[in-house]
């Protein structure tokens, strides 16, 4: 059984095709996972387990920065299974 690593919701953005993209940060902004998923699927969780391959590195550090302020306050203010 392989490690995963928790991921907080830091953007979403609703595409024109009837999606919601949804970018997940880790508590330090270093590392993001992207998700896409339909506007009918319900409301995204606070936060969500990936495999570490699917993380791909943050490389402007005022991405960094904000992602990991927000991945932070979210994990204040949420159970990583709410609803947001």
């Given at each position: 059984m392989s490690d995963t690593e928790r991921v907080w919701l830091?953007?979403?953005?609703?595409?024109?095709?009837?999606l919601l993209s949804l970018t997940y940060a880790t508590p330090d902004?270093?590392?993001?996972?992207?998700k896409q998923r339909s506007?009918?699927?319900?409301?995204?969780?606070?936060?969500?387990?990936?495999?570490?391959?699917?993380l791909?590195?943050?490389?402007?550090?005022?991405?960094?920065e904000r992602y990991g302020d927000e991945a932070s306050r979210m994990r204040e203010e949420h159970d990583p299974d709410d609803t947001v």
């Open positions: 830091v953007f979403r953005e609703y595409t024109d095709k009837g902004g270093e590392h993001v996972h992207h506007l009918n699927a319900g409301d995204p969780t606070a936060a969500v387990n990936v495999e570490p391959d699917d791909d590195p943050v490389d402007d550090p005022e991405d960094v």
